[in-house]
């Protein structure tokens, strides 16, 4: 059994390994690294600021910049909605994953009944999927949904980290294509977005990685009932005294 699992970690290690391996076909910024800031002030008295940044190669809905800045080219940076739909860039604030992180907030119920948005918020860009391309990752918490030329595509949990989640997504079906990819946080929901990646590397089933993670476990576990435990030493005495009981 150990060797089974030991090969499973081997293999999982290689996955990970080539989730970084291919190229990003025609879609580009998939990290969402290229930006340009624009600060702006808003009161020139205290003084205070808002800076806005672009996503380079990306569309995105709703236009929302916070008054500040043109909505139809920038987005707030590090900003947030209270209640209505919006697209933000995330860097120095608690939100961010890794560098710039999109933030998806796709409204409240009161947002969404007076803004009259009830669509959410997402971004999206047309290229071609990497003819190679098995899968697709992305870095990811809170609700994010996935589609390609419309079509929804299920996401699975790759693996957990303290601020998120490592979501995979079967692309196989659409390697060499050309459409829109989109990423959408659904009304009422929010999500975070950064690090997507195509990859040769095929998606595992649900089932094996529950059993990888079943796996790892007993071997953990084989591990620890195998670990010698330390003798407690008695006290001189307190020895004595047991054996004359």
Known sequence: MRTTIQRDVFSSLLLLCALGAEGQGTFQNLGFENTTLTVFVRNPFIPSYATNATIPGWGWSPHETFGFGDPNTTVALDGFALDAPAVTLQANSSRAIQGYTVFLQGGTMGGGLVTGNTNGAFIYQTGQI???????????????????????????VISNAATHTVWGVDISAYAGQS???????????????????????????????????????????????KRPLGRRKLHPDRSANYRAR
């Not at 009304?187 to 079943?214: C, K, N, T, V």
């Open 179 to 225: 459409g829109e990819l989109r990423f959408t946080s659904p009304w009422l929901a929010s999500g975070l977005l950064d690090d997507i990646r195509f990859s040769p590397a095929a998606i595992p089933e649900p089932s094996a990685l529950a059993l990888y993670s079943l796996g790892l476990g007993v071997l953990i576990l084989f591990g620890a009932m």
């Open 130 to 156: 990497p003819t190679t391309s098995q899968s697709l990752t992305y870095l990811g918490s809170g609700a994010v949904r996935v589609a390609f030329n419309g079509q929804l595509l299920p996401s699975i």
